[in-house]
């Protein structure tokens, strides 16, 4: 299985929004709403953001969203800070019953 | 709470086997509402889907690592385990236990990780 894809460095400024695009095929992102997003800070372990397409868990920021069209499922983060400045990664359910990564996207909140 | 504690060596020498723990506290890993599974991430790499056990002794696994893999639970410890076969320099990663909540792709719990450096 081929990872998902993802910009591998994003940069936007305080206050703007941002989005990170992930695509993968008909056979993972565009074939189910099982995609999740995650951030995660240097040396700590992911911590979940999105999960089913749009959920977000309780907890977490009503800034972060997600949204998917076809083969591309996106994770927009608006009012950007920079305690968001972490790697994000997207996730599918695949039909294989396995689960495949995007390779992730460094945010730089300048 | 949930918590997941990933434990084992953290040096391995090439060829030989990887073996890891999770011991899971604050929830039972023989519900059937959650599924287990090993994610790992290479140093300064991202992340990759090892596999998955859920309860009823039903398992998946990477493709690409399949044929070395095998993933196992001792429900009386509640523990999950993980053990790569021919381990090679690209092993080398830091190794994570995960629980997700079952008909969702909401992987809720994660352990902080263990590293593991396959070098002679």
């Known amino acids: 299985q081929s990872a998902l894809t993802q910009p591998a460095s994003v940069s936007e400024s305080p206050g703007q929004s941002i989005t990170i695009s992930c695509t993968g095929t008909?056979?993972?992102?565009?074939?189910?709403?099982?995609v999740s997003w995650y951030q995660q800070h240097p040396g700590k372990a992911p911590n979940v953001l999105i999960y089913d397409v749009t959920n977000r868990p309780s907890g977490v920021s009503n800034r972060f969203s997600g949204s998917k069209s076809g083969n591309t499922a996106s994770l927009t983060i608006s009012g950007l800070q920079t305690e968001d400045e972490a790697d994000y990664y997207c996730?599918?359910?695949?039909?294989?019953?396995?689960?495949?990564f995007g390779g992730g996207t460094k945010l730089t909140v300048l | 709470q949930v918590q997941l504690q990933e434990s084992g060596p953290g040096l391995v020498k090439p060829s030989e086997t990887l073996s890891l723990t999770c011991i899971v506290s604050g929830g039972s890993i023989s519900s059937s509402s959650y599924q287990w599974a090993w994610i790992r991430q290479p140093p300064g790499k991202g992340l990759e889907w090892i596999g998955n056990f859920y309860y009823s002794g039903t398992r998946y696994y990477n493709p690409s690592l399949k044929s070395r893999v095998t993933i196992s639970a001792d429900t009386s410890k509640n523990q999950l385990s993980l053990k790569l076969t021919s381990v090679s320099a690209a092993d080398t990663a830091v190794y994570f236990c995960?629980?997700?909540?079952?008909?969702?792709?909401?992987?809720?719990?994660w352990g902080q990780g263990t590293l593991v450096i396959v070098s002679s």
């Open positions: 996730s599918s359910y695949t039909s294989s019953s396995t689960w495949v």
């Open positions: 008909s056979s993972d992102v565009g074939g189910y709403n099982y």
């Open positions: 995960t629980r997700r909540k079952m008909s969702t792709s909401w992987r809720d719990y």
